[in-house]
């Protein structure tokens, strides 16, 4: 195996702990999908977070902001 700084395996647990975040936001939310997609798609977005919060600031309007028809 080899040897990681303390700086790479801290930055290798955020995103552990983002991909556990998200799994779990999805899940509370009533999405459904198969274990292994769920861990593959957690694991991207938690990967790509600063990628995915630039395409989000300009979404300006919450979903829960937006009233039903």
Known sequence: MAAISKKEADA????????MA????LV???IEMEEHDLETLTFFLAEKGDRIKTIL???????????EA
Do not use: F, M, W, Y
């Not at 290798?12 to 991909?19: G, K, L, N």
């Open 12 to 19: 290798h647990d955020r995103i552990i702990e983002a991909a």
């Open 22 to 25: 998200l799994s779990d936001l």
């Open 28 to 30: 509370s939310q009533g």
């Open 57 to 67: 600031k300009k979404c300006t309007v919450r979903v829960d902001d937006v009233p």
